[in-house]
């Protein structure tokens, strides 16, 4: 035993460590900067990062003024959470800073805490005073950082432009081995194992995070807080309810109509179907009773892009707000009722939340006519210039509509027509009189038209399988200086049996656009042209605002906002 220790001995000296060098993660550019106010203790501000080092020593963060002599007893509170927001390091510090108004200063923090290198931490920052009524402000920027995000509170789940690519301004300064990466890759968007649980296997090409990442949350019966978490309690791999989500997704369903396409399962849904082999799906797991913020499990994933969210229960309506949607709980029963949910699915998220579509069907007791000047992508003046060569004039349609049992609405002057408004008139009519816009022109002047004028297609020469069906639902009442494409997917069908099957193919045009414009796995072969004339088109028209700001996801040759 002595002569073993006595070699060990000398042999150590022989061993040489190479010293831990210093590195700095930041986030610093002025581009796009604004002040950020709100982060009281009780509602702190999130910033996801990935961490370079093995040993975090100090983190510098951008305030600005102006800041009153009343609030110099300010604090900063400082907290790192790993990815299951277990506390890893906490520390509150003296705020008293002297600013004046819109003065910016950098002021550094000492930090000491041990990390792994590679992995994601939350940085939570709150104040006493949150940067309201004279009290130093936080500086935030957009799209000048790629390795996280900033949560905001009151909007931890927001995918709309620009809370999305919001981030803190920071430089994290450490230490780490020499020969460890400057900028690890995350192997995974994981970032709680059991609480974020992948859908089948998780894609990597061009890395995790630069896939379409899809989170799947509960609502409904889960309430405000919590999602699946009694899935979980009684099958903590949810097997069961993956399986049915991935029918949902994957599932093949009956022949397509004639002429049409298939379109049921999202991974044969044009244009969809060329983009499902880079989405990822991850399931969120949380606890209704521990889920302070709120968030549904959101945290507990990175790089999210689109969110479903599962409605347990009955329901009798469903939504969208941006890049999310509903989507009925799938169940092991009939195909059908994976039919009916992944119908809801592409209607809500694909149509609604990510092409930002509106409805192309019109309600029953629809009643009367109004025009709309901002339109929707799929909203065109009458004729859809934009995706047909020409159009029926208005006597064409007029001779076509002969045999239509309202047609003689178009003969009617304004009195006689609002007398056959209501549901049961017959015939029953749509008032044009006393309406001003310049797409009413297509009427030539006329003062009814019949109800069923939304019914037919007076595209001609147009893209693909699209149409031309004048009208539009809103609140209760037609839009008639406007036209829609004609997709069943956005409720089509209920006007014409004619209407495309799926989206229209000017539609799925638009959602090319989107996905790649938006959503490159690469920016090595990013359609720069033609994603900055999709951004010109609608910075144009400012009525999609998301489109013109976000449709440049690729800046020379780098990712500027995913």
Known sequence: MRRLLAFALLALPCLVLAAPVSRLNLNSSSDNSRTFAGITPDRPVLQLFMNHVDRATDVSLLFSGAVYASKQDDWLRVRILDGCLNEVFTQQYPLGLTLGPNQRNWFNFPLGVNLTHGSYYYLELSTR?????????????????????????????????????????????????EAKSWY??????????????????????????????????????????????????????????????????????????????QTAPLSQTVPFNSYYGQMNFYVAVENPATDPRAAKGF?????????????????????????????????????????FSRGILQHELLGHGIGQLTEEYILAGDTGAMVQTTFSPNMDSIGCSSWCGSSLTVNQLITQMAADPNAACWTYDATTCRAREAPGSSPRCLTLSGLSNPGLAWFGGRACAPVTVTNYNIGQSCTGNTGCYIGKT????????????????????????????????????????????????????YPEARCLAFQTKWSAGGNREVFATRANACESGWYRRR
């Open 474 to 525: 809103n609140g209760g009442v037609i839009v008639v200086n406007a036209a829609q494409p004609g997709g069943d997917i956005m409720g089509a069908k209920g006007r014409s049996t004619a209407a495309a099957q799926g989206f229209s193919t000017a539609m799925e045009n638009h959602l090319r656009d989107i996905m790649d414009c938006f959503f490159p796995t690469t920016c090595a072969a």
């Open 184 to 261: 690890p890759t995350a192997t995974t968007n994981v970032l709680c194992p059991g609480r974020c649980q992948v859908l089948g296997t998780e894609k990597q090409t061009h890395g995790a995070r630069n896939q379409f990442n899809v989170i799947v949350q509960e609502t409904g019966t889960a309430g405000a807080t919590g999602s699946f978490w009694s899935d979980y309690n009684s099958d903590p791999a949810l097997l069961s309810l993956k399986e049915n989500v991935r029918r949902v997704l994957e599932e093949a369903s009956g022949p397509p109509i004639s002429g049409g396409r």
């Open 129 to 177: 005073y949150g940067g309201w009524d004279g009290s130093a402000q936080l500086v935030v920027n957009n799209a000048r950082y790629e390795h996280g995000r900033l949560f905001a509170p009151g909007s931890v789940q927001a995918l709309g432009f620009p809370g999305k690519k919001d981030d803190v301004m920071f430089m994290l300064n450490g230490t780490v081995e």
């Open 299 to 339: 945290l507990y994933c990175a790089n999210i892009d689109a969110q479903v969210t599962v409605k347990t229960g009955s329901y009798g309506e469903y939504g969208a707000t941006a890049y999310s949607g509903d989507l009925p709980r799938p169940s092991g029963g009939a195909p059908w009722q994976h039919d």
